[in-house]
């Protein structure tokens, strides 16, 4: 049965660096997404960092005009369901929705609306990725159940970013698994990156 992943990283890194944890391994029926900075902070040298990336998934509707960014409120989604950004008295919403339904495991966030939107998708209220849905389309998705791990010389201050731009250091498949560690490590030779990984249960306090 599948669970929430209890995420712990450990740095035996030489100084401190910026890392970000992520999820790319989407299937998606449109082209253009962004992936969001899911995870992300500075770790030192030695230190430890836990986190939890929930089974359970967010939607919400945005649109952007004229440097101004509107955002729904979060409602929770299942997959075989359908939900819906629309027009709520001029006011931009989202809500479960009695338009067809998919029935393969994925989910669909239609637009309604007369204009473009974005349908983003999230955890524990953090951007997994955002895309646009055009009006009277639908964005049909399912997320797999992988990771990603990557050391960046640049702090990435958006919520989104475009992953072909990152070259992530590792992909971690957790399927099945409750706990992961992630070991981040330099090779003194080289210099060079590297992650390490396990599943063996942690000690959350």
């Known amino acids: 049965m599948a669970t929430d992943l209890n995420i712990r990283v450990i740095s035996n890194l030489k100084t401190t660096e910026f890392f970000m944890l992520y999820q790319q391994d989407i299937n998606l029926n449109v082209k253009n997404f962004k992936v969001g900075a899911w995870e992300n902070s500075h770790i030192a040298p030695g230190a430890q960092?836990?986190?939890t990336?929930?089974?359970s998934i967010e939607a919400q509707g945005r649109k952007d005009d004229d440097n101004t960014v509107y955002k729904t409120k979060l409602i929770q989604t299942?997959?075989?369901n359908s939900y819906e950004i629309y027009d709520n008295a001029?006011?931009?919403d989202i809500k479960s929705?009695?338009?067809t339904a998919p029935t393969d495991n994925?989910?669909?966030?239609y637009n309604s609306t007369n204009s473009q939107v974005q349908g983003v998708v999230l955890k524990d209220s953090k951007p997994l990725f955002s895309a646009i849905i055009r009006p009277d389309n639908k964005l049909n998705f399912?997320?797999?159940?992988s990771i990603y791990v990557a050391i960046s010389d640049f702090?990435?201050?958006?919520?989104f970013f475009d992953a072909a731009t990152l070259s992530p250091l590792t992909r971690i498949n957790y399927e099945g698994q409750s706990y992961l560690t992630i070991i981040l490590g330099e090779n003194v030779g080289t210099g060079k990156f590297t992650v390490d990984y396990n599943f063996d249960l942690f000690d959350l306090a």
């Open 49 to 51: 960092f836990y986190t």
């Open 53 to 55: 990336l929930p089974l």
């Open 78 to 80: 299942d997959y075989n």
């Open 90 to 92: 001029e006011g931009l």
């Open 97 to 99: 929705s009695s338009l």
């Open 106 to 109: 994925t989910m669909n966030i």
């Open 142 to 145: 399912s997320i797999n159940p």
């Open 155 to 159: 702090f990435i201050e958006q919520e």
